[in-house]
Nanobody
Framework: VQLQASGGGLVQAGGSLRLSCAAS????????MGWFRQAPGKEREFVGV????????YYVDSVKGRFTISRDNAKNTVYLQMNNLEPEDTAVYFC????????????????WGQGTLVTVSS
């Protein structure tokens, strides 16, 4: 599966952005779809994952209640809705696909999008 992330940009603190991750080559139905981010000078970190079965997701505490991951199987696309953004959310955001039962780690993912930059100004 090939992934293409988009939707990043510059937003003021408190604002919202929706990132998209469009897949080609295979349907996303069989994958847990995760989002990661890498802030300047920091390692890439896990943000959350949308489970392949059911309509539920898991988030790290720092984004819980502000970020929502959803998917549109008809469009073969996964979304990351980010609300109430904070300057600390500034990072390059990556989507990724996993079939691993514990998709909380980078090594659990078999396909990655190229990343899209989100900049939150204070």
């Amino acid at each position: 599966v090939q992934l293409q992330a988009s939707g990043g940009g510059l937003v003021q603190a408190g604002g919202s952005l929706r990132l998209s991750c469009a897949a080609s080559g295979r349907t996303l139905r069989g994958y847990h779809m995760g989002w990661f981010r890498q802030a300047p000078g920091k390692e890439r970190e896990f943000v959350g994952v949308h489970w392949r079965s059911g309509n539920s997701a898991y988030y790290v505490d720092s984004v819980k209640g502000r970020f929502t991951i959803s998917r549109d199987n008809a469009k073969n696309t996964v979304y990351l809705q980010m609300n109430n953004l904070e300057p600390e959310d500034t990072a390059v955001y990556f989507c990724a696909a996993s079939i691993n039962v514990t998709p909380y780690y980078e090594h659990s993912y078999i396909a990655w999008g190229q990343g899209t930059l989100v900049t939150v100004s204070s």
